[in-house]
Each structure stands twice: as C-alpha cells, then as structure tokens.
C-alpha cells in the first residue's frame, strides 16, 4: 500500500525507499477509470444528479444502503440477509468514530475508552476531542486477539470506582430518543489488526460480546480491511476466497443468544460496525457506512451535523452506488487488488522468513489459513 518515495541523499544507482509508515494506495492502484466511468454515468442522469447535489436525506443515499445490504449478505456468513435500515452512510471510518461518540457517549459517565493494542493510533486524539483525554485504557492482545479475562477484570475495577464516586447517570448528555449513554466503548480492528494484524477468533468475539452486553459496553470496530483477505499458502489463488470465513462482532451481536434485539433489551445493541472504502476505492473519497441496530443506526443519522447539513459524503455515494449496482467494485477488488496486496504480502514474508525469523523474530498467528 505504500508509496514509492525518493531517498533524501542516495547514489544514483540505490534503490528508490518505501516508505511503511504511510497507509496510502500505491497511484496505480486507484480505480481512476472506474470513477470516471461512474461519475459521467450518474452526472448524465438529471434523476440521480439534481437530488444528489442537494442537501441529502439523514440516513444517506438510500441505492447505496441497499447496495451495501446486499453485498454484505453475499460476502459475510449471516444467519438472515442484511437490510438496509441497518446501515447508515458515513464520511468514513474516522468521521464516524467522532460521530458515534458524540451521539453515544458522555465524557462522564462512560467510564473508559478501552483500546485493544497495540492500536491504530490516530484514533486516539478523536477520543481526545470527544474529552476522554486520561480515560483511554490499552488492553493486551492474546494469540486469540484479546484478553478477555484482563478486560473483564478492568472494567469490574472502573466500575467499582464509578459506584463510589457516584457516578450513576450522563452528566452532559440530555435523554433523547434517538440514543443511549454507554457506560463504556470497547474499540479494536478485529480482523487484520493495525498495527499487530491478529485477527480475533470465534470465540473471542462471542466472548466479547458476551462482556459488553453485561457491562453496558458499546464495541466499535474498524472493518476496514474485511475485503482485502487471500489464503496464506504461497501458491493459493488470490480468487479462491469468494466470502469471509467469519462473522463481524456486529453480526455476533446481531444473533447471539437471542441477537441485538432480544426480549429485555434497549434495542441498540453493543456493536456497531465501521466500514470504509477508503481501502478499497479511494481515502480521498472520504465515504463509508456503519451498521449496527435499526435504533442504533437512526441514532447515527441524527448526529448534529447530519441533521444540519444531510448525510456526508452524498454526492460521492452516488457514484460508488453506481460501481456497487454495476458489480465493477467487487470486480476490482477481486481481479485487482487481492492479487497487488497478496503479490506484495508473500514478498514482505519471504523477506521476513529469510532476514528476521533467524534473528529471533517472531510472527502473530503465523499458523493461519487467511491472511489480509
């Protein structure tokens, strides 16, 4: 994914730098004639073009709901299909962490901001702006992607404090009906984690999900590399892979002894998942969708500045609709970019294998089957 950069001072025969710290697409890995396509196609339609350009409904372009529904159902092991009122658009993953937290949590009452690390830092400043500076707490990684049993010894601690300082209701958050006050937010990367790239088994997820619904926690999880996955044998066919193999923590929640939205509960679940296209069309487009609950998702779509301004990102999602709708997107990825970033994978590993391994270093999960 990195980009070519030149070296500051280097012979004119050395070989050019990558630089690993950017998580930018290389240029030639944009779908630059995919969105010229797509944007002339919606352009020339005055019934998509008109309403587009105006402010856009709260939950978003609703064709691309409906295409992100349906494609989702294909992709993911769901118990029942997906449907549109579970999702509403975003302005990507990072815009809709803030969102998420302006809508669901109060600087006060939610105890902690619990981090599974090591962890996408840039995370943590919108944790900061949403006042949670001081309240953010890393939780260690196992060979299964979290240990469980630490957290849940951390939070019986938060709590305990919390009943002893009296700390019982929001103090700057107002009751509303679109939304509810988590007592705690639980974030991580469970599939390819960055920066470890662990990816969180079965029984992990159920585990947390288990954990949140007895604490009040809601988890936000960045599933944001889901669809750039390939199997691990060197000489695997980067095609092979039609689905994902397992269930996102949303659809754990979803259906878990008796699912989000059994009997006895609020309605809004305790996950919420964060999609993007940025690692699959373009971060430039700044477009991308969370799915959760239907109270969950409307709780979204009721953040200030959608309320004010209409949903983000809605003239870009028409264009992505289109490539959804057409089939073009999901060709991309997978005649385009699983083959690039698999290319790229087996030659980091084999350099790895060769210069590292013999040094003592040591791979995550090294044992299994899907790599992304």
Known sequence: MAQWLPPAAASEDAKPLINLLRGWPNYNLLPVALLKEATAATLADTKITYPALEYGPDWGYQPLRESIANWTTAYYPLEEPNSSDRIAITGGASQNLACMLQVFTDPVYTRNIWCIAPAYFLAFRIFDDSGFSGKLRAVPEDDEGIDIEWLRQEIEKSEKKAQEEGNNKPIFKSPRPWSKIYRHVIYGVPTFSNPSSKTMTLLRRQQLVRLARE??????????????????????????????????????????????????????????????????????LRTGWVESTVKFAHGVSQTGSSRSGGAPSHFTSTHISHLL?????????????????????RRMMAAIEKHLLPLGVRLPQSDRDIVG
């Open 325 to 345: 709708e057409t089939g073009q997107l999901q060709s991309y990825i997978t005649d385009t970019l699983r083959p690039a970033y698999a290319s790229r994978y």
């Open 215 to 284: 604490y009040d926690a809601l988890i936000i999880t960045d599933d944001v590399y889901d669809f750039l996955q390939w199997p691990s044998e060197r000489t695997a066919d980067t095609k092979s892979l039609k689905a994902a193999t397992q269930p996102r923590i949303v659809d754990v929640d979803r259906f878990l002894d008796g699912g989000a939205e059994r009997e006895g509960s609020d309605g809004f679940g305790n996950a919420a998942s964060n999609g993007s296209f940025s690692k699959i069309c373009g971060p430039g």
